[in-house]
């Protein structure tokens, strides 16, 4: 960090944070496609309690 | 750092610290005796206390006296002005600390083995119940301390942004004066006069529903302090920027305003609540977690630029990049980690028919220990080793120690919630001592209850080195000189900010009218049906 002017830091701090977008959305997927798993897979495919 | 307000954030923060150490040996002993895999250890009596006991200190003692002491910390090192009253400060201490002991006794002698949970028809020895309620009352005088010191901060400086962290604090101290009140209400009203014989019967239906009051938000008061050292702490540490101010801002009113009228997610199986009333608190429920996507999101961009400074090229290239040697990184990143698997399991809690497939199962356990022993606590440990040397003036003992132990934590926490999860779903219910059944049901149990001895014993070994590591930097002949003014700057300093982004009167209104729309009905109508009540269980 120390070999960085101020200029090169203020622009890396200040450019859109693509990984967290990448990393936001592979979660945000995960997470979509894990509930319809426990949604469909598990809650609906066990049928009505006897 | 002013001495006065140091010392009793420092008394506040040990209670925390030796309250989590025992409370992590008794977790070690519930998992290998509810395993059945030790005969000898077997006792139901000793494990229902142990468990009230556990939770008790985790969950009411750790937190309670963990935030009260960040927050005298908070408030003095932000504000810079002493606390609005250091000697109220001692007498909140004090206060909390005599309801814990005087809750001790009834816990220790198994006169209060009802789970830490205000269910009845359990019922504990009026002494568990009064103890507790004055930890409660010690915690509201925190709450005006914090709320106070900032009144008086904006007048002596008009017009100037409340510093983040303490905005934060602030939000959480009332959000805390909100949520407790149901309690408040449940034990002056319902437990304290039935456990003393003063009624002969008690509502279970209308002590629920108060306890749902308290019962959900009481997670975002332990969480807040996380996501406070997440935003003011983290990203300083790592080398980088804080994001945003304001998505700090707006995340932690969100919080305050959705986190109280969502609790009946935990009584969607009770009879006494209509569906409708359930479905709202649902809708607020996933709501909740728009705040902890924000977070997620701000931390995350926090640490991507820390990462490119030191480096870190391509998409993911900065993750490698951080400073893997720090503790607070190193616990910053896995309590993301793990709220991102613990808030999966949180979705399908909050999803209204499909909380049928786990509800009441050993899922709900590992879901609450992801999140609050594993992001809530794991950001204590790291902010104790980040405050510890501020407040004693000694070097940390063993930064190394601290990173090693941080990560046990974390693979003791994944170790041992992730067959909780599984047998949630093979139908384990929680709650239980033991598993006498003989069946091919029970046997597919057993890889995962031997997976969760590891995982407890994995976290004793790490308790045991966070306590001995604090241990040893206060006994350091060490000195090292640090600045309390070390917070974390946004790349965008606020200069100003709207008037609601800056105080919480606008959110105050809004919590009530939520609050009177979620909760008015469902409890008006209990006290008006004359609801037969309940003698009481156990002792």
């Known amino acids: 960090m120390t070999e960085l002017s101020e200029e090169e830091q203020r622009r890396i701090l200040e450019a859109p944070p693509r990984g967290t977008w990448a990393l936001i959305l592979v979660v945000g997927i995960a997470m979509l496609l894990g509930w319809l798993y426990f949604f469909f897979g598990l809650f609906m495919s066990h049928g009505p309690v006897a | 750092m002013y001495n006065k307000s140091k010392s009793v954030a420092f008394a506040n923060l040990w209670v925390a610290f030796a309250a989590f150490f025992v409370a992590a040996v008794l977790g070690l002993y519930q998992v290998m005796e509810r395993s059945g895999l030790f005969p000898e250890i077997e006792s139901h009596e000793l494990y229902f206390a142990s468990v009230s006991t556990h939770g008790v200190l985790m969950g009411f003692v750790l937190t309670t006296f963990f935030i009260m002491g960040f927050g005298y910390y908070t408030a003095t090192a932000t504000l810079k002005r002493p606390l609005w009253s250091p000697g109220l400060a001692w007498v909140a201490f004090l206060v909390a600390l005599g309801g814990t002991v005087m809750a001790a006794v009834p816990l220790l002698t198994g006169q209060a083995s009802i789970l830490y949970t205000f269910y009845p028809p359990l019922k504990a020895h009026p002494a568990f119940y009064i103890g507790a309620t004055l930890l409660v009352v010690g915690s509201w005088v925190w709450c005006l301390e914090m709320i106070m010191s900032v009144i008086i901060w904006k007048r002596e400086n008009p017009g100037q942004v409340v510093p983040l962290a303490m905005y934060g604090t602030t939000a959480n101290a009332i959000m805390w004066l909100w949520t407790s009140a149901g309690v408040g209400i449940e034990m002056l009203f319902q437990l304290i006069p039935w456990s003393l014989g003063l009624m002969d019967t008690v509502d279970p239906g209308l002590a629920r529903t108060l306890f749902s009051w308290t019962l959900h938000a009481i997670v975002y008061f332990w ?82 630029g820390a990462g490119r400074l030191r480096g870190g090229k391509g998409l993911f290239g900065w993750i490698a990049a951080l400073d893997w040697k720090e503790p607070m990184v190193v616990a ?58 501020k407040l004693t003036g000694r070097r940390l003992a063993s930064r190394g120690m601290a990173v090693f132990q941080l990560w ?48 407890g014993a994995i976290l004793v070994v790490s308790a045991l080195l966070f306590v001995l590591n604090l241990l040893m930097s206060q006994a350091s ?29 606008l959110w105050n209104g809004i919590v009530a009218v ?15 049906l004359d609801a037969p009540g309940s003698m009481p269980w156990g002792y």
């Open chain 2, 408 to 455: 046990l934590w974390t693979i003791g926490m994944l170790v041992l919630t992730l067959p909780w999860h599984a047998l949630g779903l093979l139908g384990q219910p929680r709650r239980i001592s033991s598993t006498p059944y003989d069946s091919p049901l029970v046997e597919q149990w057993g890889p995962h209850e031997l997976a969760m001895i590891v995982g």
């Open chain 2, 223 to 304: 969480l807040f302090p996380a996501y406070i050292a997440m935003y003011t702490i983290l990203p300083k540490v790592a080398g980088g920027r804080l994001f945003s101010d304001e998505m700090g801002r707006v995340a932690f009113i969100m919080l305050l305003v959705i986190s109280v009228p969502i609790g009946f997610h935990h009584l969607y199986m009770d009879p006494q609540q209509s569906a409708g009333f359930k479905f709202l608190h649902m809708l607020g429920t996933f709501g909740v977690a728009i705040p902890t996507l924000l977070t997620g999101f701000t931390v995350l961009a926090s640490m991507e």
């Open chain 2, 514 to 528: 939520w609050m009177v729309v979620a909760y008015g009905i469902p409890i008006v109508q209990l006290l008006i």
């Open chain 2, 477 to 505: 002949k060490k000195l090292d000189s640090v600045s309390d003014d070390d917070w974390a700057v946004a790349v965008y300093p606020p200069m100003s900010v709207p008037k609601p982004m800056n105080g919480f009167a």
């Open chain 2, 332 to 389: 910053g990143m896995m309590a993301l980690f793990m709220l991102i698997a613990g808030g999966f399991g949180g979705m399908i809690n909050a999803s209204y028919q499909m909380n049928t497939l786990v509800h009441n199962t050993q899922w709900v356990t590992g879901h609450f220990h992801l999140i609050f022993a594993g992001t809530t606590v794991i950001m204590y440990l790291a902010t104790a080793y980040h405050l510890w040397p």
